[in-house]
C-alpha cells in the first residue's frame, strides 16, 4: 500500500521556467492538499481540494496553480518558477469522514529554483 | 480565526530526561481537533495522535503523554526518557468543523537528544 507518492522527489530549476509536481494517493481519499514548507514557517497550505474537479486556494496560492482532473491525483504547477518558491513542497490527503481526520503526508519534494 | 502557537524553537535535552512540548492554540469552533506530527531528519511527516474537543482525558503510549486543557487552550506533548530516536521536529496542528477543510499547523519545535 503505497499510500501518498509524490514526483518528483527533487528538482532544480532555473527562474521563469515551469514544472508540474505530481502528488498521488491509494486510500481513496476525498480530500488533498498542497503544503510548502519553509525554515522557520512550519507548513503553509497553498491550495487544497474537497473532491474530483474541486480547487479551493489556502494561505500562501499566489504563483501556484493546481488541478484534480481525477480523484487520486492532485497536481501543482508553477508556471513562472521564482527564487520564493524554494521549498521543499508536501502534498496530504484524508478521507471525508470522520470530517476531522488526520492527515497522511507524503515523502515531500524538495524543489530548488536558481 | 484559527491559530497554532508553538512558542519553543529549538530544544536539546540530554538523553533519558523528559522534556515538554508546548503548543497552544486559537479556534471559535465549538467542537475541534488537534493533533501531533513527527518529522524525523529523514524528512516525512508521521502522524502521532488525534484528539476532540470534547475529550480532555490525557492520553500515553509508551513513553509519550499529551495534555490537553481547553481552559488554558493548550495540548502538550511530554516524552518520557527521551531517546536519540526522538530527534526531531514536531508540530502541533488544530482543525476545527467549521474549517474541516483546512489544517492550521504550527510553526514546530525542533527537539535534539544529545547522547
Redesign the interface.
Known amino acids: 500500500n503505497a499510500g501518498v507518492t509524490q514526483t518528483p522527489k527533487f528538482r532544480v530549476l532555473k527562474t521563469g521556467q515551469s514544472m508540474t509536481l505530481l502528488c498521488a494517493q491509494d486510500m481513496n481519499h476525498e480530500?488533498m492538499?498542497w503544503?510548502r514548507q519553509d525554515p522557520?514557517?512550519?507548513?503553509?497550505?497553498i491550495h487544497?481540494s474537497?473532491g474530483e474537479g474541486t480547487t479551493?486556494k489556502?494561505e500562501v496560492p499566489d504563483g501556484y496553480n493546481v488541478s484534480r482532473l481525477k480523484k487520486q491525483n492532485f497536481l501543482l504547477g508553477l508556471e513562472s518558477a521564482a527564487p520564493s518558491q524554494t521549498s521543499?513542497y508536501?502534498c496530504?490527503s484524508r478521507a471525508s469522514l470522520p470530517?476531522?481526520?488526520?492527515?497522511?503526508?507524503g515523502?515531500?519534494s524538495r524543489l530548488t529554483v536558481l | 480565526a484559527q491559530k497554532v502557537t508553538q512558542a519553543q524553537t529549538e530544544i536539546s535535552v540530554v538523553e533519558k530526561e523528559d522534556v515538554t512540548l508546548d503548543c497552544v492554540y486559537e479556534t471559535r469552533d465549538t467542537t475541534y481537533y488537534l493533533f501531533w506530527y513527527k518529522q524525523p531528519p529523514s524528512g516525512e511527516l508521521v502522524f502521532l495522535i488525534r484528539r476532540n474537543s470534547f475529550d480532555e482525558q490525557n492520553e500515553i503510549s509508551g513513553r509519550y503523554s499529551w495534555n490537553f486543557q481547553k481552559s488554558t487552550s493548550s495540548f502538550n506533548f511530554t516524552i518520557t526518557a527521551s531517546q536519540v530516536v526522538d530527534s526531531a521536529v514536531y508540530f502541533c496542528a488544530l482543525s476545527g468543523t467549521n474549517t474541516g477543510n483546512q489544517f492550521y499547523f504550527g510553526t514546530g519545535t525542533s527537539l535534539t537528544v544529545i547522547p
Do not use: I, K, Q, S
Open positions: 480530500y492538499y503544503y522557520g514557517m512550519g507548513l503553509r497550505l487544497y474537497v479551493a489556502g521543499v508536501f496530504a470530517r476531522t481526520g488526520e492527515l497522511f503526508f515523502e515531500g
